[in-house]
C-alpha cells in the first residue's frame, strides 16, 4: 500500500482523479487531501471536495492550503471549470466541514507518523513548494512527488506554459529544485491517454451515482475542447492516479527539468533538457511522454467507476 496525500484544485478532472483514486484504496492508503487555490477559490474548491465526498459517502480529511500564490495573483479559471469550480453536476451543498489544520501542518503531521509517503499534486504547487521551505527537514520522508502540470513542449494557459506551473511558477520552481524524485505528467501525455466526445456520451448514468456524477463532469468539462472545435478531453489531473496504478502503461524520459519564472511567452514554462555530461540544469525529474494504450488506459477510469457505482448507493 502506498501512502499518498492529495493535494488539489478541484476542479473537474481532479474529482475523477481523487475518484479513481477512491476506487482503488486497496493500492493507496489515502491520509487525506489538501486544497490549494487555483481553478477557483480556496474556499470553492474546498466545498467541491468535501460536497463530493459527502454525494459519494467518503470522509477524508480535508486540509485547507494557500488561498494565493507566493508572489503573482491569484489567477482562477472560470472558463474552464465554472464560477463555482465544479459546474456541471447537480450534488447538494457539502456539510462536512475542513479539518481546521492548514495543509502543510496536515502533510507535516502525516510526515511525521509514516515512514513514507507520496504527494500526488493536481493544482498549483503553491502548498508543495511553500512546505518544503517550511519543512525541509522532513522531505525526505517524500517518496516520490507526483504532479499534474507543465509540459514538454505545449501550453494551454499561454503558448509555452500549463496553467499549474504558470499559476505559481515560484512554488514550482522549489518543488522542481527539491532534489525529491519527482514525476511529471504534463500536458502531452494527459492529451495522449484524452477521452472522446462519443466516449462520454456512451457513459451510462443508470449504472450508478459515480457513473452519473461523472458523466455529468464531462459533460461540462468537455466545453473547453469542444470551443476549441476538438473532439476530446483530456482528465488531465487523473493521469497521475493510473500513473501509480499501472506505469507500464506509460513511456516516460528522465529529463532535467526547470521552471522559467518570467518571459511574455514563458512564464511557467517547464524548460526540459535531454541529460548528459554537460547538461545545464541538474533536476533530473521522470516525465511522462504518452501513454501506450489509450483503451487500457480509460479502462481503468471505467474500472474505477464501476466499483464506486457498487459501493456508492
Ligand atoms: O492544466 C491542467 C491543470 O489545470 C489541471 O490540474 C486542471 O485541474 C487545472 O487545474
Ligand atoms: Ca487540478
Known sequence: MRNIIIDCDPGHDDVLAIMTAFANRDRFNILGITTVAGNQTLEKVTNNILKVQDHLGFA????????????????????????????????????????????????????????????????????MGLFLKTYPQLKNKIEEIVIMGGSYNLGNVRVKAEFNIYHDPEAARIVF??????????????????????????LNEKNGKATKLAKEILEFYKGWAEKRGWTQTAIFDMTTIIYLLHPEYFDLKMMNVDVELSGVYTQGMTVCEEISSYSRINNPVKVLMAVKDRFAFLNVFYEALNKLDQECK
Open 60 to 127: 477524508y480529511p480535508v486540509s485547507m492550503g494557500y488561498d494565493s500564490p507566493i508572489c503573482k495573483p491569484l489567477d482562477v479559471q472560470p472558463a474552464a471549470h465554472g464560477e463555482m469550480g465544479l459546474d456541471g453536476p447537480e450534488i447538494a451543498d457539502a456539510v462536512s466541514k475542513p479539518s481546521g489544520k492548514h495543509a502543510i501542518e496536515f502533510i507535516k503531521e502525516c510526515l511525521e507518523k509514516v515512514d513514507k509517503l507520496t504527494m500526488v499534486c493536481i493544482g498549483p504547487l503553491t502548498n
Open 177 to 202: 529544485n527539491s532534489a525529491l524524485p519527482m514525476t511529471m505528467a504534463g500536458l502531452e501525455v494527459c492529451y495522449s491517454g484524452a477521452i472522446n466526445f462519443d466516449e462520454i456520451d456512451r
